[in-house]
Nanobody
């Protein structure tokens, strides 16, 4: 089923930026639509953005115009550039298949904390 390793999280002040990276190893990810998700304590995982293999993107309304998802198919990497961060963006961020993520195992995620 492959492996997903997220990195790049951290603590920033409101208005700051972070760039998350996801290394996706395994053939299941190679030409699949990939996505970024986030989860806060006690809540369900929320899909934040997706990107198809050719590069078409989708964003949930709360992050439109602030987050940008991208991918490097040759390197099997998926990225999430997060700008103008808000406290409500605080969560653990995960990458996985953009459609039916239950087909793959979740990684450990990366913590993003936005606080003054």
């Amino acid at each position: 089923q492959g492996q997903l390793v997220e990195s790049g999280g951290g603590s920033v002040q409101p208005g700051g930026s972070l760039r998350l990276s996801c290394a996706a190893s395994g053939s299941i990810f190679r030409i699949a639509t990939m996505g970024w998700y986030r989860q806060t304590s006690g809540n369900q995982r929320e899909k934040v953005a997706t990107i198809t293999a050719p590069g078409s993107t989708w964003y949930t309304d709360s992050v439109k115009d602030r987050f940008t998802i991208s991918r490097d198919n040759a390197e099997n990497m998926v990225y999430l550039q997060m700008n103008s961060l808000k406290p409500e963006d605080t969560a653990v961020y995960y990458c996985n298949l953009g459609v039916d993520p239950s087909r793959a195992s979740w990684g450990q995620g990366t913590q993003v904390t936005v606080s003054s």
